[in-house]
């Protein structure tokens, strides 16, 4: 059973910047890819960037093209994703996620995705 393990979530002032971790841990796929998704209050959950863990082909939601970078470090099976000039719209529960048959990309629907994890927040202050 693959379980996902998100940290690095706190407060910072807009401007600034943060960088979320996403463990991985079980057996996983080959053709599988990871994302980064947000959910603000009231809001649907938003993807974010995505990235295929075997070839490292990245992809990007509009609201975080430029600020925002996905990686991932394969030898320590651990997603990331770097937030730069943070907005106060950015505030929100920040989720990464697996999804185990993919294309070329990382899908951009959350109901693609089949593991979850449990979720770290981010609040940007103005």
């Known amino acids: 059973q693959v379980q996902l393990v998100e940290s690095g979530g706190g407060l910072v002032q807009a401007g600034g910047s943060l960088r979320l971790s996403c463990g991985v841990s079980?057996?996983?796929?080959?053709?599988?890819?990871m994302g980064w998704f947000r959910q603000a209050p009231g809001k649907e959950r938003e993807f974010l960037a995505g990235i295929k863990w075997r070839n490292g082909n990245t992809n990007y939601g509009d609201s975080v093209k430029g600020r925002f970078i996905i990686s991932r470090d394969r030898d320590k099976n651990t997603l990331y994703l770097q937030m730069n000039s943070l907005k106060p719209e950015d505030t929100g529960v920040y989720y990464c996620?697996?999804?185990?048959?993919?294309?070329?990309?990382?899908?951009?629907?959350?109901?693609?995705?089949?593991?979850w994890g449990q979720g770290t927040q981010v609040t940007v202050s103005s």
């Open positions: 996620a697996a999804a185990w048959n993919t294309n070329i990309y990382a899908p951009r629907e959350s109901t693609d995705y089949e593991t």
């Open positions: 079980g057996r996983t796929s080959i053709q599988y890819a």
